[in-house]
C-alpha cells in the first residue's frame, strides 16, 4: 500500500465520519458537505420503500426534520472497510444509531444497527458520497418514537 493510498484511506474514514457527526451535533453543512449534488440513497431495510436518486439538499432537510426534534441521537461507525479503484472507492463500515426522545416523565430510545455501504467519488484531494445504503440488521424499541418527534415538531411550528 502507497503513500497515497494510506492519505485516500484517511481521508475517506474522516469523510464518512462526518455523516454521524453532522447529524449529532446538527451540522447540516457539514453534512451536506460530504455528498455529491445528487445521490443515490438506499433505506430500503428500514424503510421498506425502493433506492431513490435526489439532490443532496433535498436528503439532507429531509434527514434534518427527521432527527432535529429528537433530544438527542448518537450514530456511531466502525469497522472501515475502503476499497479503492482510482478516482472511485467503496466504504463499508458497521453502525449503530440511538435516537433519544424526552416526553414528560418518560426517556425513551430506539436504536438500529447494521452497516452502511457508501460509494465515492474523488473530489480534487477529497471524496464525495454519491450512493448510499443502510443494511438494518438489528432494531430496539418503538418505531413509534419517529412519529412523536414528528408531532413535537410540527406543534413548535
Known sequence: ???DDLLDRARITDHVLGYATGIDRHDWGLYRSIFTDQL???????SGEPAATMSADDWVAGVRAT???FDATQ??????VIDIDGSEASCTCYMAAHHHLVTGELREMHSIGGYY??????NGDGWLIHHTQLNVTWEMGDRALFQQAAVRANSAT
Do not use: I, Y
Not at 455501504?117 to 474523488?122: I, K, P, W
Open 1 to 3: 500500500m502507497t503513500h
Open 40 to 46: 443515490t440513497v438506499d433505506f430500503s431495510s428500514w
Open 75 to 80: 450514530h456511531v461507525l466502525t469497522n472501515f
Open 117 to 122: 455501504v457508501h460509494q465515492l467519488r474523488r
Open 67 to 69: 432527527l432535529e426534534p
